[in-house]
């Protein structure tokens, strides 16, 4: 297998290396033109270059390519250009502008049922699940112990936290951000459910419902009670 390239800086590289050694694939450098020239590696990878290095046909053809920019960070600065969000939604659209299409990477203790379809750039944590008849694009991330259940459709970067569970049959669109431990599952007598594009749910939100686009929402207050009907 070729070397892999890294492609943008997060604060926390840790877990993705762990990723890699458990499938034996060599991490040679990162490329990201805010450290590029400021440092010269991250998390013991030497940074290479810049993303410029994503036009270069015989640099492309000798490496797989991993996006590690995170959806958050440099919310603090004024140019949205650094805003974590914006950055890893424009070095996506330069590995496609670019014909770059990154590796998968499925932690051997992500339990993966058949027939599902993964698109790529994908990573999978430890102790993941992902049913069967699933269909999820492009540089979605599953985390620690997240569930997606069977006949989900998730869109292209979604980010789906540690130990969030997703009921079987849901629709995630593109760009959506699940926190750590939520629900997201059908309502009484709710049998559609989309969270739509570009929707933020924090920690521990528990949604019985459709999400509309752009929104936030936070956890369900709402006291359990008896359905008698």
Not at 37 to 50: A, F, K, L, M, R
Not at 140 to 145: E, F, G, L, T
Not at 184 to 190: L, P, Q, R, S, V
Request: aromatic fraction near 8%; include cysteine; hydrophobic fraction near 35%.
């Amino acid at each position: 297998m070729k070397p892999i390239i890294f492609v943008g800086y997060r604060l926390n590289l840790h877990d993705i290396l762990l990723v890699t050694r458990a499938l034996d694939r060599q991490v040679v450098g990162v490329i990201d033109k805010y450290f590029y020239g400021n440092t010269d590696e991250v998390c013991g990878i030497p940074i290479v270059g810049s993303e410029d290095l994503l036009s270069d046909k015989t640099f492309t053809d000798d490496h797989d390519f991993f996006l590690t920019s995170w959806w958050d960070g440099y919310e603090n600065v004024e140019n949205p250009e650094h805003s974590g969000d914006n950055l890893r939604q424009t070095r996506i659209k330069l590995l496609e502008d670019n014909g770059v299409k990154c590796t998968n990477l499925i932690h051997p203790q992500c339990t993966e049922l058949e027939d599902t379809q993964l698109g790529n750039g994908i990573i999978a944590m430890p102790m993941s699940g992902i049913s069967h008849h699933c269909d999820i694009g492009d540089h979605c991330v599953i985390d620690w112990y997240s569930y997606v259940g069977h006949n989900c459709k998730i869109g292209k970067n979604v980010i789906v936290g540690a130990r969030s569970t997703l009921a079987g049959y849901l629709n995630i669109e593109d760009n959506v951000r699940i926190g750590l431990s939520v629900t997201i599952a059908h309502g009484h007598g709710k049998p559609d459910l989309t969270v739509h594009k570009n929707a933020k749910l924090w920690t521990g939100a528990v949604v019985l419902d459709s999400v509309p686009a752009n929104t936030n929402y936070t956890h369900d207050s709402r006291l359990l009670k008896r359905l008698t009907s």
